[in-house]
């Protein structure tokens, strides 16, 4: 790699690395220290190709999750097995790692342009701006920066587009799945909101158990199938389909019920 060369969006790839592995060793006791992450599915993530890979994910925070998912796919590609033990995975990180985010959160401060570097594809949200509903069209720069993200490497996007649970699935994700037809892998996260504030940054409560599930790729006819069925493909893939919403619920009446009856006992 020369010393300045640069990556598809113009970034420095020796300035991309050095933020990377600085954020990476910061960032590294967060879910292998205060906090415990647990992985499954290092192995799918081995097995993949090296460009053309969109993961889909519910999202919990601004940046932990995807800092998290900088960890277990650096990890991974070291050869670990579901672990982030030991940060030196992070030396010689993927380059060509790639995530969605709203323009407007990767310019609020310093700490989130330094996260952009690191692999942020900022895009104006047509539904959200400043805290306000819109309705504006979608800029084609934004979607051909992403077939440039997807022509390159791995490009992660969380569809729902907030970090809400049980939102709507985005449909401009499924457009982007038929069209340009990647390899698309889901994840599901949990902990990271009991664990962080919402932009992630900073810790709310220790000792946490974190996961993070890398699901096998979906089968997806690209031809044949609708935009309606492929969000709701990607709604079970991410667990954000409305029936887990009732499985949820129920668990956690069954959860109180116990509690309550310990009480009473």
Same mark, same amino acid.
């Given at each position: 790699? %020369? ?10 790839? @020796? *300035?991309?690395?050095? @933020?990377?592995?600085?954020? %990476?060793? #910061? ?5 292998? %220290? ?6 499954? &599915?290092?192995?799918i993530l081995r097995s993949l190709p090296e460009t053309n890979i969109l993961f889909i994910s ?5 940046? =932990?999750?995807?800092? !998290?998912?900088?960890? #277990?796919?650096?990890? !991974?590609?070291? &050869? ?28 609020? %401060?310093?700490?989130?342009? *330094? ?5 942020? @594809? ?26 440039? !993200?997807?022509?390159? &490497?791995?490009?992660?996007? $969380? ?6 649970? $049980? ?6 994700? =499924? ?8 390899? #698309? ?9 009991? =664990? $962080? ?18 699901? !096998? ?26 029936? $887990? ?19 009473n006992w």
């Amino acid at each position: 790699m %020369g010393l300045f060369k640069k990556n598809i969006f113009g970034q420095y790839l @020796i *300035l991309k690395k050095w @933020i990377i592995r600085v954020l %990476g060793v #910061v960032s590294h006791q967060r879910y292998h %220290g205060f906090n415990e992450l647990q992985i499954e &599915g290092s192995d799918i993530l081995r097995s993949l190709p090296e460009t053309n890979i969109l993961f889909i994910s519910n999202h919990q925070t601004y940046f =932990a999750d995807v800092v !998290a998912m900088f960890h #277990v796919f650096n990890a !991974a590609l070291s &050869g670990r097995d579901d672990s982030i033990k030991n940060v030196g995975y992070l030396w010689n990180p993927k380059l060509n790692l790639y995530y969605v985010a709203a323009k407007e959160t990767m310019k609020a %401060g310093f700490l989130p342009k *330094l996260f952009a570097y690191a692999g942020s @594809i900022s895009i104006e949200r047509t539904w959200r701006a400043s805290g306000k509903d819109v309705n504006r069209q979608v800029k084609m720069s934004d979607i051909s920066n992403i077939k440039k !993200a997807l022509d390159d &490497g791995w490009v992660i996007t $969380f569809p729902q587009g907030t970090t809400t649970p $049980f939102k709507p699935i985005r449909k401009g994700t =499924a457009h982007i799945i038929k069209h340009y037809k990647p390899i #698309v892998v889901p994840i599901v996260i949990d902990g990271f909101r009991r =664990a $962080f504030d919402k932009k992630g940054i900073r810790i709310k409560k220790k000792n946490i158990l974190q996961s993070m599930e890398i699901k !096998a790729p979906l089968d997806i006819d690209y031809e044949n199938e609708t935009i309606e069925q492929i969000v709701e493909k990607i709604e079970y893939a991410i667990e954000q389909h409305p029936s $887990f919403l009732k499985v949820i619920s129920q668990e956690e009446l069954t959860e109180n019920e116990t509690l309550n009856q310990k009480r009473n006992w």
